[in-house]
């Protein structure tokens, strides 16, 4: 299975700093790797795919990069409703896995 | 609007059995796999498994394989999660969602079922 650690688990940060979060992969998954978003009580709300690719309705403020094993996931702005904990899944191989999760706490 | 609503919450106790739906609407819900995945509480995402309601080929990932049930039922466009025996560590929030029509990440989910087991 292919392991997914996200760094940090928990980042502390005020509204209106650049934020950067990382993902790496086990072993290469090339660019198949999405962002979620996911809100106390809420279910996850997908941000980007293929690493870089923002989902349709998803602020510019988010943006996504990297490719084979180290994957950023960058707010380049972060605004009050950015509060929430952030998921990478690589999807280059089964069993799909997702990393274990980033919370982006009010500072 | 492509949406997916889960079943309500449910509370049972260790031993008993339990089936939690998905119901699929605005679009084609056979043509899309449907995925369960499940949150234990504080914890992060794990996908149990996935379903192709067209023809209901089913794939459960290593750690789920054996231990839950995945079905679909296209006529009523609603997929479904069930267990035989529940047990107090199968308490979580267990998720539906639609995966993407050729890559394997998913939009939208459903709001998600919350069981708790509990003696």
């Known amino acids: 299975d292919i392991q997914m650690t996200q760094s940090p688990s928990t980042l502390s940060a005020s509204v209106g700093d650049r934020v950067t979060i990382t993902c790496r992969a086990s072993?290469?998954?090339?660019?198949?790797l999405a962002w979620y978003q996911q809100k106390p009580g809420k279910a996850p709300n997908l941000l980007i795919y293929?690493?870089?690719t923002l989902e349709s309705g998803v602020p510019s403020r988010f943006s996504g990069s990297g490719s084979g094993t180290e994957f950023t996931l960058t707010i380049s702005s972060l605004q009050p409703d950015d509060f929430a904990t952030y998921y990478c899944?690589?999807?280059?191989?089964?069993?799909?896995?997702f990393g274990g999760g980033t919370k982006v706490e009010i500072k | 609007e492509v949406q997916l609503v889960q079943s309500g919450t449910e509370v049972k106790k260790p031993g008993e059995s339990l089936k939690i739906s998905c119901k699929g609407s605005?679009?084609?819900?056979?043509?899309?796999?449907i995925a369960w995945v499940r949150q234990m509480p504080g914890k992060g995402l794990e996908l149990m498994g996935v379903?192709?309601?067209?023809?209901?080929?089913?794939r459960y990932s290593p750690s789920f394989q054996g231990q839950v049930t995945i079905s679909a039922d296209k006529s009523i466009n609603t997929a479904y999660l069930q267990w035989n025996s529940l047990e107090v560590s199968d308490t979580a929030i267990y998720y539906c969602?639609?995966?993407?029509?050729?890559?394997?990440?998913?939009?939208?989910w459903g709001q998600g079922t919350l069981v708790t087991v509990s003696s």
């Open positions: 899944q690589q999807y280059n191989s089964n069993p799909l896995t």
């Open positions: 293929k690493a870089s």
């Open positions: 379903i192709y309601p067209g023809d209901s080929d089913t």
């Open positions: 969602a639609r995966r993407a029509e050729t890559y394997e990440y998913f939009v939208p």
């Open positions: 072993q290469s998954i090339s660019r198949w």
């Open positions: 605005g679009y084609s819900f056979t043509t899309y796999w």
